[in-house]
């Protein structure tokens, strides 16, 4: 049968357009739809907007140490409307960029819904459109509880484009997102509580950095109240947020931060016969195939490893499987992961937990130490890195940090990971002084 396409893409977000533009690179026809936004939730709602507040929000605690320095200014003023209009403006302008470099490769764009009809048919804009190949790359959305009043509060997307700053605002959960804009708004002047159902922040972690995280924006003045949870939410002369124990709680808004849902519902999928699992995510082999070989997903809709890197990876695989002929795979060991919260927090390889859930016999490693930064300031803040090592091949299983530009530093360790760094590889290295990185090198004692 002949296709008018080789391979149609459902979804504009980063691992669906390198796919594209990989495939068509490989000389493949393709096509892509999307219903919302090029570049996905990375660029418009996630990886991109996201740092960007969190430098403004940062720019707080450098107006306070800078005076400690012998820096003498008034008092910074904050507008809100002007973060959001450049935030925008960069949007724009990456948006546009995506767009370029579809076209640039003959990428035919389609900017709406598309649904798929069978193995090798999409409806698209009023046409079904035939292909050989067909790639669910939808993302994911965020998720909203199932409690009276959930309607008044808003969630990540809607964060980056509120009409005015709230005076106060409760953030529900206690993952990377509620940590990072707990962060990101207290930073730029919020009165921030944080309602969490769990014992500690970042529960999918290595404990110790949830915990530091939490002990450190507990210091900054963030409220978090753990083992708790929202029965519902009433709008008076402001919103009010009832606890299950019977606390009310009052605040100017409410953010959700309570996970997020693969967009796999209402794409057709079941109807051609793909598998789904009980989170509706779709389901895919090693080679990102799902039950019907035309049919591939990769990225957030498959509900594994929620990260752009490895949506990119995995689109870079699947072009090269169908149309190089490659057998390029995606190694999701040592995956580097940041948290842009105030401190930052960064880990790359296994926790504590799961190293000791795997059997092994390990060796742990603590450092907690002001940084210099700080020093002349009366900033309180540490940082804490923490590696964690095979007792009988001194490799280094885990590396995990909390503090200023963790990801930057961890990068470089996920580097060493994948070479198999040892422990004695690490304390045979001349550090570069003086440098929060070079604490990593000279942890010599192991923990009790």
Not at 15 to 32: K, P, T
Not at 68 to 96: C, H
Not at 140 to 169: D, V
Not at 386 to 410: W, Y
Request: aromatic letters at 8%; hydrophobic letters at 45%; proline letters at 4%.
């Amino acid at each position: 049968m002949a296709y008018e396409y080789d391979l149609f893409i459902i979804g504009a977000g980063s691992g669906g357009v390198q796919a594209s533009r990989i495939a068509a690179n490989f000389g493949a026809r393709v096509a892509i739809a999307e219903e919302r936004y090029l570049g996905g939730t990375c660029v418009n709602a996630g990886c991109i907007p996201k740092k960007l507040f969190a430098y403004a929000a940062q720019f707080r605690d450098d107006f306070e140490d800078a005076r400690s320095y012998g820096w003498r200014m008034g008092t910074p003023q904050f507008d809100w409307k002007t973060l959001v209009s450049n935030k925008n403006d960069e949007i724009e302008r990456l948006s546009a960029v995506y767009q370029r470099k579809l076209k640039d490769v003959n990428v035919a764009i389609f900017r709406s819904r598309a649904t798929v009809a069978d193995p090798h048919s999409i409806e698209v804009a009023g046409r079904r459109i035939t292909a050989e190949h067909i790639l669910i790359a939808a993302g994911g959305w965020p998720r909203m509880p199932s409690i009276p009043g959930a309607e008044l509060g808003f969630t990540s997307n809607e964060a980056f484009h509120l009409s005015t700053l709230p005076k106060r605002m409760v953030i529900v959960g206690g993952g990377y997102v509620a940590a990072e804009f707990a962060s990101i708004f207290h930073g730029l002047g919020v009165d921030i509580t944080v309602v969490h159902r769990g014992g500690r922040l970042l529960t999918t972690f290595d404990a110790d950095l949830g915990t530091v995280l939490g002990e450190q924006m507990q210091s900054k003045g963030i409220r978090i109240l753990f083992w708790s949870h929202i029965a519902a939410v009433a709008r008076r002369s402001a919103l009010d947020i009832a606890l299950t124990d019977g606390t009310v709680l009052e605040s100017d808004a409410i953010m959700f931060a309570t996970g997020r849902t693969p967009n796999a519902r209402g794409l057709g999928l079941e109807n051609a016969g793909v598998t789904l699992s009980s989170s509706h995510a779709v389901m895919v082999d090693a080679n990102y195939q799902t039950s019907v070989p035309s049919i591939h997903a990769i990225g957030d809709v498959t509900d594994r490893v929620l990260l752009t890197p490895v949506a990119l990876a995995e689109g870079m695989a699947v072009a090269d499987r169908l149309f190089n002929k490659g057998e390029k795979t995606v190694s999701y060991d040592n995956i580097p992961t940041a948290i842009f919260s105030n401190p930052n927090v960064a880990t790359v390889g296994l926790s504590e937990a799961h190293a000791r859930i795997r059997g092994l016999d390990i060796a742990i490693f603590k450092s907690s130490f002001t940084p210099l930064k700080r020093v002349l300031t009366a900033r309180s803040e540490k940082v804490f890195m923490k590696l964690v090592v095979d007792k009988q091949s001194q490799r280094v299983l885990g590396a995990h940090m909390v503090g200023p530009e963790a990801s930057e530093i961890i990068q470089g360790f996920a580097v060493a990971l994948n070479c198999g760094a040892t422990k004695r590889q690490l304390d045979a290295t001349i550090g570069i002084h003086p440098t929060m990185a070079e604490e990593f090198l000279t942890m010599r004692e192991a923990v009790p």
